[in-house]
T-cell receptor, first 114, second 115 residues
């Protein structure tokens, strides 16, 4: 069965420093992978997606993620954090039997210190 | 496009009451979903629909019902509300993109409290 594990429940960085949010997935096939962001009291917004094309995926707001099949990882990075990046981030994998169903990680809360 | 809209934004229910959460999308997406998000947790799928007239259970369907009479609307019905249904509810819709992926578009959520 497919699953996704976000390795850190909270990450705290200083403004202007790099961001790394870690995600490992478990799947017996090549899934679609997504990162979504949720700002406080808001809905979820798609940051980026991987769909078996380029392994380095660029998203909105300067975020990118690299698909590493050998490590079953899909970590999210950004070179320089901004205060507006403070939010909850979800790593998501598509289902095997029904790729239109998504499986969500438990989320990583990113705190950005001034 | 308004995208995915949900009403109401907030609601307080007494135990045993019923209500319907409304969801509509104007993107002509075939697929629609209802999730619940409990504090500090990810999203759990309640019900989903692959098209008008077709619905199926997700991971946590107990205590809920859905219908899909049109492509645009996907209401979620809570019967006999219980405190365990206190949560934030998100509706989403999706389509199959050219890459074969189904990226989902989310509504702003309904915050429900059952007391």
């Amino acid at each position: 069965a497919q699953s996704v594990t976000q390795l850190d429940s909270h990450v705290s960085v200083s403004e202007g420093t790099p961001v790394l949010l870690r995600c490992n997935y478990s799947s017996s096939y090549s899934p679609s992978l997504f990162w979504y962001v949720q700002h406080p009291n808001k809905g979820l917004q798609l940051l980026l997606k991987y769909t078996s094309a380029a392994t380095l995926v660029k998203g909105i707001n300067g975020f990118e993620a690299e698909f590493k099949k050998s490590e079953t990882s899909f970590h999210l990075t950004k070179p320089s954090a901004h205060m507006s990046d403070a939010a909850e981030y979800f790593c998501v994998v598509s289902g095997m039997d029904s790729s239109y169903k998504l499986i969500f990680g438990s989320g990583t809360r990113l705190l950005v210190r001034p | 496009n308004a995208g995915v809209t949900q009403t109401p934004k907030f609601r307080i229910l007494k135990i045993g009451q019923s209500m319907t959460l409304q969801c509509a999308q104007d993107m002509n997406h075939n697929y629609m979903y209802w999730y619940r998000q409990d504090p500090g947790m990810g999203l759990k799928l309640i019900y989903y629909s692959v098209g008008a007239g077709i619905t199926d259970k997700g991971e946590v369907p107990n205590g809920y019902n859905v219908s899909r009479s049109t492509t645009e609307d996907f209401p979620l019905r809570l019967e006999l509300a219980a405190p365990s249904q206190t949560s934030v509810y998100f509706c989403a819709s999706s389509y199959m993109s050219g890459t074969g992926a189904y990226e989902q578009y989310f509504g702003p959520g309904t915050r429900l409290t059952v007391t």
